[in-house]
């Protein structure tokens, strides 16, 4: 069953987002249509917003109805309208069924030192998910975890590593000469070996994930970090992020005192660790970069949201 759950999910990866795209093309057709709506409605009728307060499907459509007769919308709209309404209420309970659905997923990969990757398409994780919940009772859950996460990575020639990569493009605050570095990593993951891949890049990574950090708070403080993840808003996904950031990767190291992991900056880039090699690691890494890149302040967020 696992295997089936695996096989399909890297499956459903090499059909190019087809799916992904059907979504995206519902949902425009959804908004299109509650956009063509609002011009039959009145000219006090300017926003999308009269659906925004309401919350559930039956408070919803009495509100709408209610909303109806106030701005004396004539009897014949009235069914199109409230069908656009009942779509609209199968669409938010989507949306916030996949983001138990990832809240989930986040919580189990902490678990293992990893974190949920961004760059899924969103039919995605609804079967990542159930493979995660089926290696529950597994006595080598761990191993299978490290598995799935590199079959997904390496997937077309790392195809997502290089998406998270590509994606710093859009970020005005990171280094662009660290992007070309990072390219240059994305290189050697494609033509090497994987171990010969993960003992020559991942001190490269770590070093960018150093500077990337800087980049975007402005320094490496610990405790900057974790008041910005508060603002954050998403802890199950941002608290692990902090947690294999700033106390396994860069954890405070001694030498009587035994490391969390072997993915430890100090012991890789000072030499005094030299079985880091894994690739499992590498992919860590990338997702550590890909967490970074995602850290938006309101302001931020707000001004991509109005463009």
Not at 153 to 163: P, R, Y
Request: aromatic share 8%.
């Amino acid at each position: 069953m696992k295997n089936k759950i695996t096989n399909g999910t890297i499956c459903l990866l090499s059909k190019d987002l087809s799916l992904s795209i059907k979504s995206i093309s519902e949902t425009t057709n959804t908004l299109n249509a509650i956009k063509n709506a609002s011009k039959i409605i009145s000219n006090s009728v300017k926003t999308f917003s009269a659906f925004k307060n309401l919350t559930n499907h039956m408070h919803q459509i009495y509100k709408l109805n209610n909303y109806i007769r106030i701005t004396k919308i004539p009897n014949l709209y009235i069914p199109q309208i409230s069908h656009i309404a009942e779509k609209f209420i199968g669409f938010q309970d989507n949306i916030k069924q996949l983001f138990r659905s990832m809240d989930e997923i986040c919580s189990i990969l902490a678990e293992y030192n990893y974190l949920l990757p961004l760059t899924l398409p969103i039919n995605i994780y609804s079967d990542l998910l159930e493979y995660l919940n089926n290696t529950k009772e597994s006595n080598n859950r761990a191993k299978e975890i490290d598995k799935l996460l590199l079959k997904l990575f390496s997937h077309k020639k790392w195809e997502m590593a290089s998406d998270i990569v590509n994606n710093l493009h859009d970020n005005d605050k990171i280094n662009p000469k660290r992007i070309v570095i990072l390219e240059d990593c994305i290189k050697v993951l494609k033509h090497n070996s994987r171990k010969t891949a993960a003992n020559t890049i991942l001190p490269v990574l770590i070093a960018q994930i150093d500077g990337i950090w800087v980049d975007i708070l402005g320094s490496k403080d610990k405790d900057k970090l974790k008041n910005t993840i508060k603002n954050m808003k998403n802890e199950k996904y941002t608290n692990p992020a902090r947690e294999l950031l700033a106390d396994i990767l860069f954890q405070y190291t001694k030498t009587a005192i035994p490391v969390k992991s072997d993915f430890c900056r100090n012991k890789i880039l000072h030499g005094e660790e030299v079985e880091y090699g894994s690739i499992h690691n590498v992919i860590r890494a990338f997702l550590i970069i890909e967490f970074l890149d995602s850290i938006k302040t309101d302001d931020e967020v707000n001004e991509k949201i109005a463009v």
